[in-house]
């Protein structure tokens, strides 16, 4: 019997922080905290994840920032308002989101933009984020693969968890045109029993002329620095000149402070 794919994220966001126990959040969150220090406005203080997930990176940014979050999932986003209620999580599409302000820096990590899946969406995304962020503002983006280097057919098998609560993921990349298909099967003891679910995976394979291009018609001026990061893909820095007001969403984001986030803490610099 084959199971019909669920939508990503919609049952295994209740073990999704046990699969990737692996992932050093704090020492990411430390160096997209440098890169804002150091190409971002000098007072930033308020930053936007979006596509934050079960609120990972958060945790700890949230220790230096005053912060907000986005997500599609509203299974991942029930995981992060758990871990961290006093922050503003709103559920919505990167694409659409609307928030009555501006922020200072502007977080989309673990590859989570090739979820817009095509190139008119990635440009729309980007200019949602160039209108939610301030003059002189900054945009870290880490990408999805890129398509020379996604390789249709590998095996892909990992084991999580514990030895009395394991939980094993498996899939066989696919591609079908600009996008990757990854269908995601899951298996882990419930009750007595095996639970085998299946979660779909669909996302746009994008080229480093297309992610360029995408930052630089929303205002953006941009270039690609090492992530550090384990996953080794590099993050897209877009910057938001001084004197530059662009409203490039149809919504006009004021300055007005919304529901804060986590109290912010001045940290030594």
């Given at each position: 019997?084959?199971?019909?794919?669920?939508?990503?994220?919609?049952?295994?966001?209740?073990?999704?922080?046990?699969?990737?126990?692996?992932?050093?959040?704090?020492?990411?969150?430390?160096?997209?905290?440098?890169l804002i220090r150091r190409y971002g406005p000098p007072d930033a203080h308020t930053l936007l994840?979006v596509a934050c997930g079960t609120g990972e990176h958060l945790e700890t940014l949230s220790r230096?920032?005053?912060?907000?979050?986005?997500?599609?999932?509203?299974?991942?986003?029930?995981?992060?308002?758990?871990?961290?209620?006093?922050?503003?999580?709103?559920?919505?599409?990167?694409?659409?989101?609307?928030f009555d302000r501006q922020f200072d820096a502007i977080t989309c990590l673990f590859s989570a933009?090739?979820?817009?899946?095509?190139?008119?969406?990635?440009?729309?995304?980007?200019?949602?984020?160039?209108?939610?962020?301030?003059?002189?503002?900054?945009?870290?983006?880490?990408?999805?693969?890129?398509?020379?280097?996604?390789?249709?057919?590998?095996?892909?098998?990992?084991?999580?968890?514990?030895?009395?609560?394991?939980?094993?993921?498996?899939?066989?990349?696919?591609?079908?045109?600009?996008?990757?298909?990854?269908?995601?099967?899951?298996?882990?003891?419930?009750?007595?029993?095996?639970?085998?679910?299946?979660?779909?995976?669909?996302?746009?394979?994008?080229?480093?002329?297309?992610?360029?291009?995408?930052?630089?018609?929303?205002?953006?001026?941009?270039?690609?620095?090492?992530?550090?990061?384990?996953?080794?893909?590099?993050?897209?820095?877009?910057?938001?000149?001084?004197?530059?007001?662009?409203?490039?969403?149809?919504?006009?984001?004021?300055?007005?402070?919304?529901?804060?986030?986590?109290?912010?803490?001045?940290?030594?610099?």
């Open positions: 019997m084959t199971l019909r794919p669920a939508p990503a994220y919609a049952i295994s966001a209740a073990v999704y922080d046990r699969v990737y126990s692996w992932k050093d959040y704090g020492a990411e969150a430390r160096r997209v905290r440098a994840d230096w920032f005053e912060t907000a979050g986005v997500d599609a999932s509203a299974a991942m986003l029930a995981v992060a308002r758990k871990k961290l209620p006093r922050v503003r999580f709103v559920r919505s599409t990167m694409q659409t989101f609307r933009i090739g979820y817009v899946r095509t190139p008119s969406e990635l440009r729309r995304t980007l200019r949602n984020f160039a209108g939610h962020l301030r003059p002189g503002g900054v945009v870290l983006v880490e990408p999805w693969i890129a398509p020379e280097d996604y390789r249709p057919g590998a095996v892909h098998l990992g084991k999580y968890g514990t030895a009395e609560s394991p939980i094993a993921r498996m899939n066989i990349s696919e591609r079908r045109g600009g996008r990757s298909i990854m269908d995601m099967h899951y298996l882990m003891p419930y009750r007595g029993r095996v639970r085998h679910w299946v979660e779909r995976h669909e996302m746009g394979l994008f080229d480093d002329a297309t992610m360029r291009d995408a930052f630089v018609r929303a205002g953006l001026t941009v270039r690609r620095v090492p992530s550090r990061f384990t996953t080794n893909r590099g993050l897209y820095v877009g910057v938001k000149p001084w004197g530059h007001d662009r409203r490039s969403s149809t919504h006009a984001p004021g300055r007005r402070r919304a529901a804060p986030g986590r109290p912010r803490r001045r940290m030594p610099r």
